[in-house]
Every structure is written in structure tokens, then in C-alpha cells.
């Protein structure tokens, strides 16, 4: 296992332990809304970036 699946899934194991089992839904669907945002404006920034016409350098 990864060091990093296992950071998360102590990091799950604390949630559970403090906060319960009921915000753990909350916390997943805040989590992927932040994700999609993310990935939307980076689509957003690349389709710009592909816009834009390539300008000669010294311009």
C-alpha cells in the first residue's frame, strides 16, 4: 500500500472517530464539488490558452 493510501485512509479513520459516520457524506460531496471546480477551470484555462493565437517571440 502506498504512503499515500494509507495517510488517507488514517485521515478517514480520525473523520469517522470525531465527527461520525453522518458527515462523512457531506464531507465526500464537498470534496468532489471541489474537485469538478478544479478540473473545470483548468479545462477552462487550457481551451483559452488553445484560443489564443501564438505570437512570434520579441512581439
Do not use: H, Q, W, Y
Not at 38 to 44: F, G, I, K, L, N
Request: a positive charge; glycine letters at 10%.
Amino acid at each position: 500500500m502506498s504512503d499515500l493510501a494509507l495517510l488517507l485512509l488514517v485521515i478517514l479513520g480520525a473523520v469517522l472517530l470525531f465527527r461520525g459516520p453522518k458527515v462523512l457524506p457531506r464531507l465526500g460531496a464537498s470534496f468532489g464539488r471541489g474537485v469538478r471546480e478544479v478540473r473545470e477551470a483548468t479545462d477552462r484555462n487550457f481551451r483559452r490558452a488553445d484560443d489564443e493565437p501564438e505570437r512570434p517571440p520579441g512581439e
